[in-house]
């Protein structure tokens, strides 16, 4: 979807156009509008202080209560993505690996993605999520702990569900890039994922569909938006709802 900068970036509260430029070229619909309150929770549930200095139990914890709700079972997931977070070595905030898809590729060039791919025939979606981070970034399965997943995510424009699965890099493992699949990877601080001056959400309704919530993160001259964002919403989502709970707990004992 991507073809060079465009003028396709947020629009102001209520708007129905934007002038941000962003790498990513956003397919916006004439209705879309910016929703002056976004229904997403975590930006005002966490500050980015707390965030970034969230640690692993507290994501496990927050996975563990996906399970317990059934909100992370099993679905009609074709493709496995992987979140692979990081500690370095000081004890800084957790970092989130990202990539960025190649330029050449059909299916969404020069978007801000998670490492993943389709599910081979008999793979679980675990398997799937190591099998393709391994093959686009080099990252050695063997330095990954999963933990847990998140709920299967929609694609708007294809068929089938996303399957997020969240795991722990142990130590600092060298990546190789796949130049085939992908431009560039880079690995982004939880804390400012929190930070709510960086994430708005739209409303869209193409054509007469039924309006359709769109969420993104700006990260400068980019911008990470569709499915990949309504994981990292998912992810976020759960993690502020576990450490407001643990906070709630440590008031009362």
Known sequence: MEEGPTEAGAPEEGARTGRRRFRQSLPRPPQAVRLARPAARFPGLLPPEVAAAVEPGRIEAALARLADHGEAAEGSSRAAVLLALGWASDGSSPRLLLIRR?????????????????????????????????????????????IGRLPATSRRSRRGEIAPVVGLVEGAPALRLSEAEVEESFLVELGELFDPASYWEEEWAPGEEEAWPMHFFDRGEDVIWGASARILVSFLEALAAEERAGSAGDRTS
Not at 107 to 127: D, Q
């Open 102 to 146: 190649a330029q050449h590729l059909r299916a969404n060039p020069g978007e801000i993605a998670f490492p993943g791919g389709l599910i081979e025939p008999g793979e679980s979606v675990f398997a799937a999520a190591l099998r393709e981070a391994e093959e686009e970034v080099g990252l050695d399965r063997g330095a990954v702990r999963i």
